[in-house]
């Protein structure tokens, strides 16, 4: 049995998910798309501005992902509440934590 390139498979994969991740990004149906974030004194990101110039608290923000009105956010359960976050699509700059700050 030949022996596999794990390394190879795995590049192979992160170079397709990179290129679905930019076709996804283009993709929005009109929502509105978190551009910036606001922290408090301890880096938790405690609001979010959108593309339409929209400032949300943390909490409509998570209604609103809830409903699918911004696009590529995730709501998730953790820690016993619910969170919000990008999307997983490895690229690192949009992540929210990497966003600019408003």
């Known amino acids: 049995m030949p022996e ?3 390394e190879q498979i795995y590049n192979e994969y ?16 009109g929502k509105e798309e978190i551009v910036a974030v606001r922290k408090n004194d301890d880096g938790d990101i405690i ?8 400032e949300l608290d943390y909490v409509t923000a998570l209604e609103e992902a809830k409903t699918g ?13 619910d969170i ?3 999307e997983p ?5 949009n ?3 990497n966003l600019p700050e408003f």
């Open 4 to 6: 596999k390139d794990f």
């Open 14 to 29: 992160r170079n397709q998910s990179e290129v679905q991740a930019n076709d996804h990004q283009e993709e929005t149906n």
């Open 47 to 54: 609001a979010f501005k959108t593309n339409s110039g929209r």
């Open 69 to 81: 009105n911004i696009a590529h956010i995730d709501v998730f359960h953790k820690y016993g509440r």
């Open 84 to 86: 919000i976050r990008s």
């Open 89 to 93: 699509d490895g690229i690192k700059e």
């Open 95 to 97: 992540n929210l934590d």
